[in-house]
């Protein structure tokens, strides 16, 4: 268990990119883990006076060891940017200081998902997109940790809602959880899928991660893939992670940050 | 086009009544001022222009739809 990394600290510009850069580097997925938000994200002006978004990531079932470690990287403080002042602040304490929702949902789980739906459609609808959207949570593969709410659009020609590189796709994402987010008063992990096209893509990445690592095998050259963010990115280490002949690392910096296989020497 | 940011950015801000989004049409290409009330500026704009940005990429779409070009701007209190 010992070179198996089981609590990251990580500082990003959101929650969000926080929590995936730190599941990326534990290769672990969101089930799998418990978050605690150290710092909130402080929005700046223009990018001025703004403060980043850490977040301490810990992988469920390691609790007992993670004590020590943490008591040890207090000491040293080699990962911890900023100094922790501020004590670390549980989700909801921190939602609850902002402007409660008129009518309080953050315990209901169906009026969250139908809440989801309704947003979604009503972005779309001012995009001038005819589709249907479905929501509903996606069970935890551990009864630890929060589900995912999963909001599917279904509907013809919605090619235009993916974009380059999932751009508009992640933007309409992005847009909704934080509208949900804001609306529930905590955190929930929202997914927008249009027509199955995250799974596919999901595929698609897995066996281009394994295409890859066979290349690099074959040539003993380091394989640099194209820039991917950092859910994508997390995809390929967790399916090369068992592979004999391989390493994966991710090199450069977003958006440009890019996975890089390498073959194992001998 | 105007009533999807109006619609975004009341759902972000705390005071939703300060939203005032203008719209003037040149042509085929379509200028949106946004304003809302100074505090709640960092919520529209986000870390790095993440929220301002993602408005705009959900806009090209919509103006796609009609055939003209948008642009907007986050105005300053």
Redesign the interface.
């Known amino acids: 268990m010992a070179d198996v990394k089981n609590v990251v600290e990580i500082t990003a510009?959101?929650v969000e990119q926080a929590i995936d850069e730190g599941l990326e580097a534990l290769g672990l997925t969101r089930t799998q883990v418990q978050v605690e938000i150290l710092e909130h994200?402080?929005?700046?002006?223009?990018?001025i006076g703004?403060r980043?978004a850490t977040v301490r990531i810990i992988r469920i079932g390691a609790e007992a060891e993670i004590a020590a470690e943490a008591e040890a990287k207090a000491a040293s403080q080699k990962k911890v940017e900023a100094p922790q002042a501020e004590p670390a602040q549980p989700v909801t304490q921190q939602a609850a200081a902002?402007?409660l929702p008129a009518e309080d949902i953050s315990n209901d789980k169906d009026a969250i998902a139908r809440y989801a739906a309704t947003?979604v459609e009503?972005?779309l609808e001012?995009?001038?997109?005819s589709a249907e959207v479905k929501a509903h949570f996606i069970d935890p593969e551990d009864d630890m940790d929060e589900e995912i709410l999963w909001v599917d659009i279904e509907g013809r020609d919605l090619s235009?809602?993916i974009?380059r590189r999932s751009?508009?796709l992640?933007?309409?994402q992005?847009?909704a959880s934080?509208?949900v987010n804001?609306?529930v008063g905590r955190l929930i992990p929202l997914m927008v899928d249009v027509q199955g096209y995250r799974q596919r893509r999901e595929q698609q990445i897995r066996q281009l991660a394994l295409r890859m690592a066979d290349q690099a095998v074959k040539t003993g050259r380091r394989q640099v893939l194209e820039p991917m963010s950092a859910s994508e990115r997390r995809i390929i280490h967790l399916a090369l992670r068992s592979h004999e002949g391989v390493t994966t690392e991710s090199v450069g910096e977003a958006p440009n940050r890019k996975v890089t296989i390498l073959p194992k020497r001998k | 086009m105007k009533s999807l940011i109006e619609y975004i950015a009341c759902s972000l801000v705390d005071q939703p009544d300060k939203v005032d989004v203008k719209q003037q049409r040149n042509g085929n290409r379509i200028r949106l001022e946004l304003r809302v009330d100074k505090d709640d500026m960092g919520r529209v704009i986000g870390k790095s222009g993440r929220v301002a940005n993602s408005m705009r990429i959900l806009l090209r779409v919509a103006a796609a739809r009609e055939g003209k070009q948008v642009t907007l701007y986050v105005i300053e209190p």
């Open positions: 510009q959101t994200p402080r929005p700046g002006f223009l990018g703004g980043d902002a402007e947003v009503e972005l001012k995009m001038r997109i235009i809602l974009g751009e508009t992640n933007a309409l992005y847009i934080l509208i804001k609306q």
